[in-house]
């Protein structure tokens, strides 16, 4: 009984993140002055995840009157996240998606004038008119990039976190879904999700699993 009501509990925690989409975005990938992708759609409530790889890149929020220079009102700003050799920094930069307005960014890096350069994204861009395109191009007649005092709007994920963010995203869909086995880490798992009040869960464990499974077993 107490089972039950645990993993009712935890089924429930879960399934109300189960609307909400992390939408991964590197930041110079492969050296490129670029983020990929550089054009995303997204609703309200996702979340952008930004990865950073060498060798110092930022990301920060715009307005597309004014490349290369913060949003005057709200944004983001992840700060600089120097990255030595290859691989990517320790931190993600999480924002959550709280209109579908475009939203511009850019990274504020002026070694090598990144913005300048084309260094820029957008979410939720139009298709014709105010386009990223459009923004890059006037990019380009920019001197200097710029960013605010401080890191806001979002948060740094160390790479754990994320980790155990997408075993509770693995955990969700196994439950909407019914059943799933096998997903290459070791472990099996089949739920059976038939309302809040009725939730029964099997779980087969092989390998070792993080926050969600943690909670079922508990
Ligand atoms: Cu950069």
């Known amino acids: ?21 992390t939408i991964r975005i590197d930041v110079g990938q492969n050296g ?13 409530g996702d979340i952008l995840d930004f990865h950073f790889h060498a060798v110092n890149h930022s990301v920060v929020m715009g307005d597309f009157a004014t490349p ?9 700003f992840s700060g600089f996240m120097p990255v030595s050799g290859s691989g990517e920094a320790d931190d993600s930069f999480q924002v959550t998606v709280n209109s579908t307005d ?35 191009s006037a990019a380009k007649n ?14 740094l994920v160390t790479a754990s976190s994320a980790t155990t963010t997408s075993a509770a995203a693995a955990a969700t ?10 997903n290459g880490s070791g ?5 059976t ?11 087969g464990i092989v390998a070792a699993f993080t926050f969600g499974m943690a909670i079922l077993l508990s």
């Open 68 to 76: 290369c220079a913060p949003a005057k009102t709200g944004g983001f």
């Open 32 to 44: 490129a002055l670029a983020f990929t992708p550089d054009s995303v759609k997204a609703a309200v």
């Open 173 to 182: 869909t196994s439950c909407t879904t019914s059943t799933k086995s096998g």
């Open 142 to 155: 920019v001197q200097n990039a710029s960013n605010p005092p401080s890191v806001f709007g979002g948060k």
């Open 193 to 203: 999700c038939s309302g809040a009040g009725s939730v029964q869960v099997s779980v």
């Open 1 to 21: 009984m107490r089972a039950t009501t645990l993993s009712t509990a935890a089924a429930i925690a879960l399934a109300s993140q189960a609307s909400a989409t």
């Open 187 to 191: 472990y099996k798992r089949s739920d």
């Open 102 to 136: 475009p939203i511009f960014f850019y990274c504020s890096q002026n070694k090598f004038e990144h913005c300048k350069s084309g260094m820029s994204g957008v979410v939720n861009g139009p298709s014709s008119g105010n386009t990223l395109a459009a923004y890059q």
